[in-house]
């Protein structure tokens, strides 16, 4: 059984700094596309950026281009979101989730075939 396990959320300053991590189990994530999303209160789940597993490339959203760098450890089987320079508009819930690989670059939520329970981040002005 697959499961993405969020850590890393909080409470912060703006312009201070978080890091996301994304355990991953229960299979052979090789082949797959992890992404990274957010909800806000009463906002639909906003795509952050993704990182497919075995080349480790990454495409993010424009809004946290410069400020927020998705990496991942093979070993570990963990996916990590380092956030910098954080605003108060990125107060949400932060989502895992994995795509199998069918998708180049999958940015909607309906694409990813598994998602974790999410972790809170708060940014204060």
């Known amino acids: 059984q697959v499961q993405l396990v969020e850590s890393g959320g909080g409470s912060v300053q703006a312009g201070g700094s978080l890091r996301l991590s994304c355990a991953a189990s229960g299979r052979t994530f090789s082949n797959y596309t992890m992404g990274w999303f957010r909800q806000a209160p009463g906002k639909e789940h906003e795509f952050v950026g993704c990182?497919?597993?075995?080349?480790?490339?990454?495409y993010y959203a424009d809004y946290v281009k410069g400020r927020f760098t998705i990496s991942r450890d093979i070993a570990k089987n963990t996916v990590y979101l380092q956030m910098n320079s954080l605003k108060p508009e990125d107060t949400a819930v932060y989502y895992c989730?994995?795509?199998?690989?069918?998708?180049?670059?999958?940015?909607?939520?309906?694409?990813?075939?598994?998602w974790g329970q999410g972790t809170q981040v708060t940014v204060s002005s």
């Open positions: 990182i497919s597993w075995r080349g480790g490339s990454t």
């Open positions: 989730a994995a795509e199998d690989g069918s998708s180049w670059y999958p940015r909607t939520w309906n694409e990813y075939d598994y």
